[in-house]
């Protein structure tokens, strides 16, 4: 598959020794890599369909300092759609409401009609593309409800009814981050982790550069704000168990065999 890191933060903190660890896996996940981090002034973000590790534009990105209060990261395992720019993570899309969203995915869609529509719209080939146009559909229907921009509990809520909606029989370990807060969902055991430290949340795939980790709060929605813990959703229930010929059986659709 591939992995994800996540950060979260009240104020600027140097994650150079977390990102150098996180894209040294890369030759396990050699189909592509992705950066978003905001500096508290601005927002950076990068990516590109070539293994971390061989990127002599990473390597230059990393050859700065990078202080950030809030970051995701990507390195990509090819399982749907090509290793082209346009299935590389992170995705990005804006609301109606100039909300801009940045989101990851490690996973896979095996069965949803929820995302069909999507096939025609995407402009790369992977479903986790498709996700995030659902999400910003199901966004813009609420701005369009209520007449505005949404407040954090409308944007939580929307985001708690999509994964509780997609979650069934499906992979949806998730971060997304809406420009304030730090969202993440996982349905698969000892496959997302997190170590909160005083005024910094770090998420990744494999724990990092020691410390304390323990899973995410599983088949539930969980925000992060200002590296805190802000809110915290239902148990939706809906664990997801790796199927081996499941897997088998979308390679081969994908493959036109």
Known sequence: MCELFGFSAGKKVNIDRELTEFYSHAPDHPNGWGLY????????????????????????????SIEARDAIAHIRYATIGYVLME??????????SGRVWTFAHNGTI???DLLTKYYHRQKGETDSERILLYMLDKMN???????????????????????????PKNKLNLLIFDG???????????????????????????PLCGGSWE??????????????????G????????????????????????
């Not at 299935?87 to 109606?96: I, K, S, V």
């Not at 899973?215 to 915290?232: A, E």
Request: glycine content about 8%.
């Open 87 to 96: 299935n590389t993570h992170p995705f990005r899309g804006t609301d109606q």
């Open 215 to 232: 899973d995410v709060p599983f088949t539930r929605l969980v925000s992060y704000k200002d590296g805190t813990k802000w809110m915290t």
């Open 141 to 167: 229907e609420m701005i369009s409800r209520s007449g505005g921009p949404l407040s954090e509990c409308d944007r939580f809520a929307v985001l708690e009814e999509m994964v509780a909606g997609l979650s």
């Open 110 to 112: 095996f069965e949803s």
């Open 180 to 206: 304030e807060i730090l969202y993440v969902h996982s349905n698969c055991r000892g496959s997302l982790y997190t170590r909160e430290q005083e005024g910094s949340a770090t998420i990744s795939t494999k």
């Open 234 to 257: 239902s148990n939706h229930g809906h664990e997801y168990v790796p199927d081996p010929e499941s897997l088998k059986a979308l390679y081969l659709m994908y493959s036109h065999l």
């Open 37 to 64: 981090y905001d500096d508290g002034c601005s927002d950076h973000f990068y990516k590109e369909n070539k293994r971390a590790d061989r990127s002599s534009y990473l390597r230059d990105i990393l050859s700065g």
